[in-house]
């Protein structure tokens, strides 16, 4: 059974930076692409950010490319989202998905991934 555990959200003022992490278990986690997703108060779950299996591919959402910055660590199974210059409307539970199927090309739509975490809240003041 797939596990993601989110790690490292928090409260943070506009212009600060976080780093929330994503430790993964019961799959092979060199072979699977990840992506981190969003979602605000009132609002759809929304993409933030994807890498590939390979971490050769890394499609951003417009509103966070220049600002976030997703990586993977193969050796510890873990997805990390280095998030800088972060504004009020960053605001927002960010949740870690593995894709559904290993290998193959890069999804940013949410039927694309088949496992999710719990969530970690990030909250960026003004």
């Known amino acids: 059974q797939v596990q993601l555990v989110e790690s490292g959200g928090g409260l943070v003022q506009a212009g600060g930076s976080l780093r929330p992490s994503c430790a993964a278990s019961?799959?092979?986690?060199?072979?699977?692409?990840m992506g981190w997703f969003r979602q605000a108060p009132e609002k759809e779950r929304e993409f933030v950010a994807a890498?590939?299996?390979?971490?050769?591919?890394?499609p951003y959402a417009d509103s966070v490319k220049g600002r976030f910055t997703i990586s993977r660590d193969n050796a510890k199974n873990t997805v990390l989202l280095q998030m800088n210059s972060l504004k009020p409307e960053d605001t927002a539970v960010y949740y870690c998905?593995?894709?559904?199927?290993?290998?193959?090309?890069?999804?940013?739509?949410?039927?694309?991934?088949?496992?999710w975490g719990q969530g970690t809240q990030v909250t960026v003041s003004s």
């Open positions: 019961g799959l092979t986690f060199g072979s699977y692409a």
């Open positions: 998905a593995a894709a559904k199927a290993a290998w193959g090309t890069t999804g940013t739509s949410q039927a694309y991934f088949g496992s």
């Open positions: 890498i590939s299996w390979s971490g050769g591919s890394k």
